[in-house]
């Protein structure tokens, strides 16, 4: 009867290598496998293989790059007031396709109101970061904005400061003279700098002229 042998026991390839130096912040966990066949024709033993193919990729990468190349894929995650999507998407996503258009990256917007945007080019990435935050953003009291008078009343004129949103330039706010006429002073189209004065529980935003004035190197 022939001798039954043991079968040879062969080390598990499927190992963790920790590294010690500064590559383990980029890779901390290392997982190699099906090591065995290339180490035998190396006559490596999978160990030394490992720690081979490891100091090829230290070589090639010593310290992890302060960032990733501006051409390779990435996907930036936003998070805005669900009561803002509507406003990024647009009438028949009109807001949201001119965004797609000019920036050609790829928009996502769920429920809770989280944006996903993903694209290969970092500059258009920025791009479209920079406007959906532009379209988003909310009135600070205090600050001075580039405004648009966009319809002139008889109690002073609405006076656009952000993509979509208007506040009230009260006719006293317009200067610190007295005037008898908005339209002496203002036409529809004219690009003034307000100061947000207030906004109210419901939004309403209160705007000064005068006191914008009196701070011109505050501007937005």
């Known amino acids: 009867?022939?001798?039954?042998?043991?079968?040879?026991?062969?080390?598990?390839?499927?190992?963790?290598?920790?590294?010690?130096?500064?590559?383990?912040?980029?890779?901390?966990?290392v997982r190699v496998t099906r090591m065995m066949?290339?180490?035998?024709k190396l006559g490596l033993k999978p160990r030394d293989a490992r720690?081979?193919?490891?100091?090829?990729?230290?070589?090639?990468?010593?310290?992890?790059?302060?960032?990733?190349?501006?051409?390779?894929p990435r996907i930036v995650t936003l998070h805005i007031k669900p009561?803002?999507?509507?406003?990024?998407i647009g009438p028949g996503g009109k807001v949201i396709r001119g965004l797609v258009e000019q920036t050609g990256c790829k928009i996502d917007i769920e429920d809770d109101g989280t944006v996903l945007i993903a694209s290969a080019d970092g500059t258009a990435m920025e791009k479209a970061i920079s406007m959906i935050q532009a379209i988003t953003a909310e009135p600070e009291v205090g600050k001075?904005?580039?405004?648009?008078?966009r319809k002139i009343v008889e109690f002073g004129a609405f006076v656009e400061i952000?993509?979509?949103?208007?506040?009230?330039?009260?006719?006293?706010q317009i200067s610190s003279e007295r005037i008898r006429r908005v339209e002496d002073v203002l036409h529809e189209g004219d690009e003034i700098k307000v100061k947000v004065l207030d906004v109210d529980r419901s939004g309403k935003i209160r705007l000064s002229m005068r006191e914008a004035e009196q701070e011109p190197n505050k501007g937005n």
């Open 144 to 149: 001075i904005y580039d405004g648009v008078v």
């Open 162 to 172: 952000m993509p979509g949103t208007d506040g009230l330039l009260h006719i006293s």
């Open 37 to 40: 066949p290339a180490s035998a």
């Open 1 to 29: 009867m022939p001798e039954h042998k043991a079968p040879r026991q062969v080390p598990d390839p499927d190992v963790l290598v920790r590294r010690p130096d500064p590559v383990a912040r980029f890779i901390p966990l």
């Open 51 to 72: 720690l081979f193919i490891l100091g090829v990729m230290e070589k090639a990468m010593p310290t992890p790059r302060k960032d990733v190349s501006s051409y390779a």
């Open 83 to 88: 009561d803002k999507i509507r406003e990024v």
